[in-house]
C-alpha cells in the first residue's frame, strides 16, 4: 500500500455520515428548530419594530451571524463526538492499529464533520430564505467562508474530542466560550452599533471577523474589511492544524 | 536399503517452520509508561510464519502491552519490531496491512449492524469491498444469520465473533488474539479453537495470549511465558513440558515400608500414605540416565527385595510448569 490510504478515508467519512443519518433529528432537524424559532422571534417579531441595518432588513441581517453561530457550534460538536465516542467505547484500537496515517484521520473525521456543517447550513439558509427575503450578493465568497469555517471549527472540534476525558468536556468549549463570543461577535447586531469603548473590545473577539466576512458575502457590507475576516479564519485554521499536528506526533491522549 | 529413522511430522514440521526468516522479528523491545512503570524490559522474540504462538503471563505480565505495541497502539521506548521485514514505525502501512487484531475487550460500535462493521473494518485497512469475504467470515462464525442485526442486541459471545469476523476482514496474515475465550462458553471456546486450527491451515500465523492453560497447551506450537515485563522462557511447547515437566511414578507397596532402603538413596525417593506407597519424581534428564531411570529403579527395587502390587505414572501439565516458573521469579 502506497500514498494515501483512501479506501480508510473513505471508510471513515462513510462510517460518521451513516451516523449523522441517524441521529438525523439531533444532527439537522433540532438546530434547524432552533435556528427557525430566532428567526421568528428576532426576525419577525422583534425585527418588525427595528430598523433596517446597513440598509438590509433587521430579518435579513441576522441570517449570516445564526447561520455562522449554529456552523460554529455544530463543526465542533460533530468532531469532537466523532472522535471521541471511538474513545469512550474503546473502538479506537481498531483506528490506530490500521494502516492509516495522521492525515488520513484528520482528512475523514474532520471532512465528515465539516461535510455534515454545511449541510447543516445551507439548511438554515434555505428555511431563512422561506422566512425573509434574502439575496447573496458574492455566492462563492459565501459557500468558501462556508466551508473554510466548517472546516476550521472541525478541526477544533477533533482537538477537544482527543482532549477530553468526558462526556462534560465535549460541551464546555462551546457552550462556555463557543456559543458566547458568537452571541457577542455580532450575530444580531452590527458593532458598530456599539458605544466606542465596547467596539473596540469586540475586536479582540475573533469570531467577530468570521460572522463580519459571512455577512459581507450576503450584503456587501461588513464590521471588518474581508481580506482581515479572511485571514482570520485563515489564521484559526492554521492555528488548529499545528495543534492537531502536535496532538499526533506525541500521540496526546490517543497512544500510550 | 538402509531403514530411515523414523521422525514424528510435528518435529518435521517445526525445524521447517524454524528454518524460516521469522514473520515478526522482536529486537530489545522496552515500554516504559509515563507513570514510571516498566511495562516490557528489553523483550527479544521472533515469530515463525504458520505457527501457533501462545504468550502466557499473569495478570500485568505485559502481554497486551507487547501485542499493542506490535500492532501499533503502544508506542515503543525502544527496540524494534519487523512484521514480515516492516518496520513496524517506519513502514507501518505494510506492517500494520498484514495485522488483524482481537482485542481482549468487547469494544464493538454498539448502534452499527454486524454488516457495516465489519465491511468497515475492511475499508479501514485498505482494502477494496468484497462481500462474498466477508460473507464467508460472517458464515464461518456463525454470524450470517445475524449480519443486519444491531451490535448491541448481540450476546457477549457473538460480540466476541464479531470481533474476529472484525480482524479477518482485511485478510491478516497475522492474527493476534488477545484473551479470546475469556468470559465464553466452553462449547463457544471449542468452535473457536477449531477456527484457529482452520486459520492456522490456510497460512495464517496465530499469536494468542490467554489464562487458560489448557488453551495454551491444546493449540499452541511454541509458548512464550511472560512476566513482570521480562520473557522468561520460549520454547515449543512439547519441548518445554518435556524439558520442564516433572514425571512422577508410584508405585503401591505390597507390605508397608518403615524407610527407604539405603540402597535405593540415588533415586530419593519418597514414602507416602504410611509407607504404603514410594514416590519417584523425575525429570527428562533422569529419565533417559540409565543408571538412574526407571529401570535401574526396579532393578534396585527387585535388588533391595522391595515388592510393589501396582504403579502409576503421572506427568506435570502446563499449568503447573507455568506455575513453577512464574513462581521462581515472585
Given at each position: 500500500?502506497?500514498?494515501?490510504?483512501?479506501?480508510?478515508?473513505?471508510?471513515?467519512?462513510?462510517?460518521?455520515?451513516?451516523?449523522f443519518?441517524?441521529?438525523?433529528?439531533?444532527?439537522?432537524?433540532?438546530p434547524v428548530?432552533?435556528?427557525?424559532?430566532?428567526?421568528?422571534v428576532?426576525?419577525?417579531?422583534?425585527?418588525?419594530r427595528?430598523?433596517?441595518?446597513?440598509?438590509?432588513?433587521y430579518?435579513?441581517?441576522?441570517?449570516?451571524?445564526l447561520?455562522?453561530?449554529?456552523?460554529?457550534?455544530?463543526?465542533?460538536?460533530?468532531?469532537?463526538f466523532?472522535?471521541?465516542?471511538?474513545?469512550?467505547?474503546?473502538?479506537?484500537?481498531?483506528?490506530?492499529?490500521?494502516?492509516?496515517?495522521?492525515?488520513?484521520?484528520?482528512?475523514?473525521y474532520?471532512?465528515?464533520?465539516?461535510?455534515?456543517?454545511?449541510?447543516?447550513?445551507?439548511?438554515?439558509?434555505?428555511?431563512?430564505a422561506?422566512?425573509?427575503?434574502?439575496?447573496?450578493?458574492?455566492?462563492?465568497?459565501?459557500?468558501s467562508?462556508?466551508?473554510?469555517?466548517?472546516?476550521t471549527?472541525?478541526?477544533?472540534?477533533?482537538?477537544?474530542?482527543?482532549?477530553?476525558?468526558?462526556?462534560?468536556?465535549?460541551?464546555?468549549?462551546?457552550?462556555?466560550?463557543?456559543?458566547?463570543?458568537?452571541?457577542?461577535?455580532?450575530?444580531?447586531?452590527?458593532?458598530?452599533?456599539l458605544?466606542?469603548?465596547?467596539?473596540t473590545?469586540?475586536?479582540?473577539?475573533?469570531?467577530?471577523?468570521?460572522?463580519?466576512?459571512?455577512?459581507?458575502?450576503?450584503?456587501g457590507?461588513?464590521d471588518?474589511?474581508?481580506?482581515?475576516?479572511?485571514?482570520?479564519?485563515?489564521a484559526?485554521?492554521?492555528?488548529?492544524?499545528?495543534?492537531?499536528?502536535?496532538?499526533?506526533?506525541?500521540?496526546?491522549?490517543?497512544?500510550? | 536399503?538402509?531403514?530411515?529413522?523414523?521422525?514424528?511430522?510435528?518435529?518435521?514440521?517445526?525445524?521447517?517452520?524454524?528454518?524460516?526468516?521469522p514473520?515478526?522479528?522482536?529486537?530489545?523491545?522496552?515500554?516504559?509508561?509515563?507513570?514510571?512503570?516498566?511495562?516490557l524490559?528489553?523483550?527479544?522474540?521472533?515469530?515463525?510464519?504458520?505457527?501457533?504462538?501462545?504468550?502466557?503471563?499473569?495478570?500485568?505480565?505485559?502481554?497486551?502491552?507487547?501485542?499493542s505495541?506490535?500492532c501499533?497502539?503502544?508506542?515503543?521506548?525502544?527496540?524494534?519490531v519487523?512484521?514480515?521485514?516492516?518496520?513496524?514505525?517506519?513502514?507501518?502501512?505494510?506492517?500494520?496491512?498484514?495485522i488483524?487484531?482481537v482485542?481482549?475487550?468487547?469494544?464493538?460500535?454498539?448502534?452499527?449492524?454486524?454488516?457495516?462493521?465489519?465491511?468497515f473494518?475492511?475499508g479501514?485497512?485498505?482494502?477494496s469491498?468484497?462481500?462474498?469475504?466477508i460473507?464467508?467470515?460472517?458464515?464461518?462464525?456463525s454470524?450470517?444469520?445475524?449480519?443486519d442485526?444491531?451490535?448491541?442486541t448481540?450476546?457477549?459471545?457473538?460480540?466476541?465473533?464479531?470481533?474476529?469476523?472484525?480482524?479477518?476482514?482485511?485478510?491478516?496474515r497475522?492474527?493476534?488474539?488477545?484473551e479470546p475465550?475469556?468470559?465464553v462458553?466452553?462449547?463457544?471456546?471449542?468452535?473457536?479453537?477449531?477456527?484457529?486450527?482452520?486459520?492456522?491451515?490456510?497460512?495464517?500465523?496465530?499469536?494468542?495470549?490467554?489464562?487458560?492453560i489448557?488453551?495454551?497447551?491444546?493449540?499452541?506450537?511454541?509458548i512464550?511465558?511472560?512476566?513482570k515485563?521480562?520473557?522468561?522462557?520460549?520454547?515449543?511447547?512439547?519441548?518445554?513440558?518435556?524439558?520442564?515437566?516433572?514425571?512422577?511414578?508410584?508405585?503401591?507397596?505390597?507390605?508397608?515400608?518403615?524407610?527407604?532402603?539405603?540402597?535405593?538413596?540415588?533415586?530419593?525417593?519418597?514414602?507416602?500414605?504410611?509407607?504404603?506407597?514410594?514416590?519417584?519424581?523425575?525429570?527428562?534428564?533422569?529419565?533417559?540416565?540409565?543408571?538412574?531411570?526407571?529401570?535401574a529403579?526396579?532393578?534396585?527395587?527387585?535388588?533391595?527385595g522391595?515388592h510393589?502390587?501396582?504403579l502409576?505414572?503421572?506427568?506435570?501439565s502446563?499449568?503447573?510448569?507455568?506455575?513453577?516458573?512464574?513462581?521462581?521469579?515472585?
Amino acid at each position: 500500500m502506497t500514498g494515501l490510504n483512501l479506501l480508510a478515508v473513505r471508510a471513515i467519512y462513510r462510517f460518521e455520515m451513516a451516523r449523522f443519518g441517524r441521529t438525523v433529528m439531533q444532527s439537522l432537524i433540532s438546530p434547524v428548530i432552533s435556528t427557525a424559532l430566532y428567526f421568528v422571534v428576532f426576525g419577525a417579531a422583534i425585527g418588525e419594530r427595528m430598523q433596517n441595518v446597513g440598509g438590509v432588513s433587521y430579518g435579513a441581517f441576522i441570517v449570516p451571524g445564526l447561520i455562522m453561530l449554529s456552523l460554529l457550534t455544530q463543526s465542533i460538536s460533530n468532531a469532537s463526538f466523532g472522535i471521541y465516542f471511538p474513545k469512550f467505547t474503546g473502538t479506537i484500537y481498531e483506528l490506530l492499529s490500521a494502516p492509516v496515517s495522521y492525515v488520513e484521520i484528520t482528512l475523514a473525521y474532520v471532512g465528515a464533520a465539516a461535510s455534515k456543517s454545511v449541510i447543516l447550513g445551507l439548511v438554515i439558509l434555505a428555511t431563512a430564505a422561506v422566512i425573509v427575503p434574502l439575496e447573496i450578493e458574492h455566492p462563492f465568497w459565501m459557500l468558501s467562508f462556508l466551508v473554510l469555517t466548517a472546516v476550521t471549527f472541525s478541526l477544533a472540534g477533533f482537538i477537544i474530542g482527543v482532549w477530553a476525558d468526558g462526556f462534560e468536556k465535549l460541551q464546555v468549549i462551546p457552550l462556555l466560550i463557543i456559543t458566547p463570543l458568537t452571541f457577542l461577535g455580532g450575530s444580531f447586531y452590527s458593532i458598530d452599533m456599539l458605544p466606542p469603548v465596547w467596539r473596540t473590545v469586540s475586536l479582540f473577539n475573533p469570531v467577530v471577523y468570521l460572522i463580519s466576512g459571512f455577512r459581507w458575502s450576503f450584503h456587501g457590507t461588513s464590521d471588518v474589511s474581508i481580506g482581515v475576516s479572511l485571514g482570520m479564519t485563515l489564521a484559526f485554521l492554521i492555528v488548529f492544524l499545528v495543534i492537531v499536528a502536535w496532538i499526533f506526533r506525541t500521540g496526546y491522549r490517543l497512544k500510550a | 536399503m538402509a531403514r530411515q529413522p523414523c521422525v514424528p511430522a510435528a518435529r518435521i514440521e517445526s525445524a521447517i517452520i524454524e528454518a524460516m526468516s521469522p514473520i515478526i522479528s522482536i529486537r530489545n523491545l522496552s515500554k516504559t509508561y509515563a507513570t514510571g512503570f516498566h511495562a516490557l524490559k528489553s523483550i527479544s522474540l521472533d515469530i515463525h510464519p504458520g505457527e501457533i504462538f501462545a504468550l502466557l503471563g499473569p495478570n500485568g505480565a505485559g502481554k497486551t502491552t507487547l501485542i499493542s505495541t506490535i500492532c501499533g497502539i503502544v508506542t515503543p521506548s525502544s527496540g524494534r519490531v519487523t512484521v514480515d521485514g516492516h518496520d513496524i514505525i517506519t513502514s507501518f502501512r505494510a506492517a500494520r496491512s498484514l495485522i488483524g487484531l482481537v482485542p481482549q475487550e468487547l469494544h464493538t460500535d454498539a448502534f452499527e449492524t454486524v454488516w457495516a462493521t465489519v465491511s468497515f473494518s475492511r475499508g479501514l485497512f485498505g482494502k477494496s469491498a468484497n462481500p462474498a469475504h466477508i460473507e464467508r467470515v460472517l458464515r464461518d462464525l456463525s454470524l450470517w444469520d445475524k449480519k443486519d442485526a444491531i451490535i448491541r442486541t448481540l450476546s457477549g459471545g457473538m460480540k466476541r465473533r464479531l470481533l474476529i469476523a472484525k480482524a479477518l476482514s482485511h485478510e491478516p496474515r497475522i492474527l493476534f488474539l488477545d484473551e479470546p475465550t475469556a468470559g465464553v462458553d466452553v462449547e463457544l471456546r471449542r468452535d473457536m479453537w477449531a477456527l484457529v486450527r482452520q486459520l492456522r491451515a490456510s497460512g495464517v500465523t496465530i499469536i494468542l495470549t490467554t489464562h487458560y492453560i489448557e488453551e495454551a497447551e491444546q493449540m499452541a506450537d511454541r509458548i512464550g511465558v511472560i512476566s513482570k515485563g521480562e520473557l522468561i522462557v520460549v520454547e515449543e511447547k512439547t519441548e518445554l513440558m518435556r524439558k520442564l515437566g516433572k514425571k512422577q511414578l508410584t508405585l503401591q507397596m505390597l507390605e508397608p515400608l518403615a524407610a527407604v532402603p539405603p540402597a535405593l538413596a540415588a533415586w530419593q525417593l519418597a514414602l507416602a500414605k504410611g509407607g504404603n506407597e514410594l514416590i519417584y519424581t523425575y525429570d527428562a534428564s533422569e529419565a533417559e540416565d540409565d543408571s538412574r531411570g526407571i529401570a535401574a529403579l526396579l532393578r534396585g527395587l527387585g535388588e533391595a527385595g522391595v515388592h510393589f502390587r501396582d504403579l502409576q505414572t503421572t506427568q506435570s501439565s502446563l499449568e503447573d510448569i507455568f506455575v513453577s516458573l512464574v513462581g521462581e521469579r515472585k
